[in-house]
């Protein structure tokens, strides 16, 4: 089955500054990304996704890469803000079945 | 649109006991996921229905943990009998395909803790 990995595991930015999370899979087959977020105590809610037929996606501060070749996709947030502080997943299926999640990146955005 | 409902929200048992998690997906949802979080983790993947029928359930311990969507509608998770490494969120998600979007959504969760 499929294996996603994910780093950083912690990761600390100042206010403004950009963050950059990654994601590596193994099954070639895949062919959707979405990535979540889950602040303490609170359900995941998926922020963003990308199709295998697109390398890049872009949604006002958030943007995802995707690297079908090498198998990997990132996370991109620029000027964080300190309601961006949360864990973030990514995550890989084949048309959103048996969905594999990463471990989790711990985003904190310090004012 | 209601969200995913799951129930109960915190449950509490002792070792080699059984117990039972609900889940309501949001309407005409036809595929629905239930997923384990241990504390720390990313959600894992424990067994997603389309309808009434099992998709996958590969990752399912299926010496004590069983789960059905007898109407296609509504499920149950069941663990019998838990151990202490069953403590986690269980976190019950659909979803339906249309056009593009293939967004889960998640319920609220049932944090169980095994004594």
């Known amino acids: 089955g499929e294996n996603v990995e994910q780093h950083p595991s912690t990761l600390s930015v100042q206010e403004g500054d950009s963050a950059v999370i990654k994601c590596t899979y193994s099954?070639?087959?895949?062919?959707?990304f979405p990535w979540y977020k889950q602040e303490l105590g609170k359900r995941p809610q998926l922020i963003i996704d990308?199709?295998?037929?697109?390398g890049e996606k872009k949604d006002q501060r958030i943007a995802v890469t995707l690297n079908k070749t090498a198998k990997h996709f990132s996370l991109h947030i620029t000027e964080t803000q300190p309601e961006d502080s949360a864990v973030y997943f990514c995550?890989?299926?084949?048309?959103?079945?048996?969905?594999?999640f990463g471990a989790g990146t711990r985003l904190t955005v310090k004012p | 649109e209601a969200g995913v409902a799951q129930s109960p929200r915190y449950k509490i048992i002792e070792k080699r006991q059984s117990v039972a998690f609900w889940c309501n997906p949001i309407?005409?949802?036809?595929?629905l996921y239930w997923y384990q979080q241990i504390l720390g983790q990313g959600p894992k993947l424990l067994i997603q229905?389309?309808?009434?029928?099992?998709?996958?359930d590969s990752q399912l311990p299926k010496d004590r943990f069983s789960a059905e969507r007898l109407k296609g509608v509504d499920s149950t998770l069941k663990i019998q009998p838990a151990k202490l490494e069953d403590s986690a969120v269980y976190l019950c998600?659909?979803?339906?395909?249309?056009?593009?979007?293939?967004?889960?959504?998640f319920g609220p969760g049932t944090r169980l803790t095994v004594t």
């Open positions: 998600a659909s979803s339906n395909r249309q056009g593009s979007s293939y967004e889960q959504y």
């Open positions: 099954d070639s087959a895949s062919n959707y």
């Open positions: 990308i199709r295998s037929n697109v």
């Open positions: 995550a890989a299926s084949y048309n959103n079945n048996d969905m594999r």
């Open positions: 309407s005409g949802h036809a595929t």
């Open positions: 229905f389309q309808n009434n029928g099992v998709v996958d």
